[in-house]
């Protein structure tokens, strides 16, 4: 025997932390449609880990053995999943907090609920909108207010204030739009441009957006890329064209997922100016180029949407009148005294009224001008009872 050494029993170790190190199964502000596989990741071994799912409906779930599946999972099977169809469309965060004893821990992921995702016309909305209520930008409130009307009609990737150099408000702007549509339209954002001088100028391979692209430019590179998309072009096509120059350098074969509907950027019979061309026309020129290649879509309405609400309450038959409340401050912004000047809006009620499959794509003059009018001039009467219907 050899004296002085003995046998030590392992040292107690520290409590381990408790951490949810991940919420895994569905897209961080993104799009859940059907059903979906959430698992909460979990270390520090809790006693439960408590799912709640706040939004227009309420869902609670506990799970108090590993795996952590937001729905449950049968012993030595798959997990069930949780079906989105189980609740109300809409804005949700979901939270998972486990706990131990008297410590706990969470996570959180804030997402959207559509139903009918795969069915809904998948859109990104550039705006130059710029004075918060001001005269000028009446166009804009009021499209604004009327998509709200119709954001359950669609897939709304990104939704981007202040698309134009000459701003000065660009937070006010930001502001502005958060308060005024925040509750209708979600994933608001104001353009990474805003104020920036100088347009987007010719698109070659040394052009800086090639290699490092703003923001709100690269973000709507990667949701093209990422499976198409439609951009309503409510103002200059400085962002559209920033995205498309990007793709032609870097990715061409994705070049045809883009697809742009576009208010007035050429000129159209009585109405011979393009204004949202006026302040980056080399941007116009570019995108009207690659459609004329057939490169990308352009769906060139002209001046349809004026056109419209200069006789939505004469030739269209349609009662204007809208009450100033709710959402209907916003609707009855206008711009020299006419009708409330939601005419960007056309670009998307052409999608609810007949759709676009037999319209040109290729950019060129009036071709969808008297068909874009004609078609959501019949439906006049109802687009201004639905209007109506949301001032309250």
């Known amino acids: ?46 006693d439960k880990v408590v799912f ?7 869902v609670t779930w506990t799970e108090r053995v590993a795996p952590y599946f937001f729905g449950g999972d ?59 209520g001001g005269e000028t930008d009446a166009d804009d409130i009021s499209a604004f207010a009327a998509l709200s009307v119709y954001a359950s009609k669609f897939s709304l990737a990104k939704v981007v204030v202040g698309g134009e150099q000459r701003i000065t408000d660009c937070a006010g702007a930001k502001a502005h739009a958060r308060k005024a549509y925040g509750a209708y339209l979600k994933h ?32 709507l590179i990667e949701t093209v890329r990422a499976g198409g998309l439609t951009v309503l072009n409510w103002g200059p096509m400085t962002e559209s064209a920033g995205a498309a120059c990007w793709l032609e350098h870097n990715a061409p074969q994705d070049l045809a997922k883009l697809s742009i509907i576009s208010h007035w950027t050429v000129a159209s019979p009585g109405f011979p100016a393009d204004p949202n061309c006026d302040f980056d026309r080399s ?39 809208i009450p100033k409340k709710g959402l209907g401050v916003h609707l009855n912004a206008k711009h020299a005294g006419i009708t409330p000047d939601f005419s960007d809006a056309i670009t998307f009620l052409v999608l609810l009224h007949g759709g676009i499959a037999d319209y040109d794509t290729n950019g060129k003059g009036d071709a969808n001008f008297n068909k874009a009018y004609d078609r959501v001039c019949a439906k006049a009467p109802a687009i201004f009872d639905d209007l109506r219907a949301a001032a309250k």
């Open 1 to 46: 025997m050899v004296a002085g050494i003995g046998i030590l029993g392992p040292q107690a170790s520290a409590d381990e932390t408790l951490t949810v190190t991940g919420l895994t199964g569905v897209p961080v502000g993104g799009v859940v449609s059907g059903k979906v596989t959430i698992e909460a990741k979990v270390t520090g071994r809790p």
């Open 52 to 58: 709640n799912l706040d939004g227009p409906t309420d």
């Open 74 to 132: 049968p012993p030595n099977g798959s997990p069930n999943g949780w079906d989105s169809r189980t609740v109300s469309e809409g804005m949700y965060t979901l939270t998972a907090v486990a706990s131990k004893g008297s410590r706990t821990a969470k996570r959180s992921v804030t997402f959207t609920v559509d139903h009918d995702r795969k069915s809904k016309p998948k859109l990104w909305v550039t705006s130059d909108m710029s004075e918060p």
């Open 188 to 219: 608001l954002e104001l353009s990474s441009i805003c104020g920036l001088k100088g347009g987007f100028t010719t698109c070659t391979a040394s052009h800086p957006w090639v290699k490092k692209p703003p923001a709100t430019v690269k973000a």
């Open 283 to 321: 941007a116009c020129e570019y995108v009207h180029k690659l459609a004329a290649k057939n490169k990308i879509k352009l769906i060139e309405l002209g001046a349809a949407g004026q056109k419209f609400i200069n006789t939505a309450r004469g030739a269209c038959d349609a009662n204007v009148t």
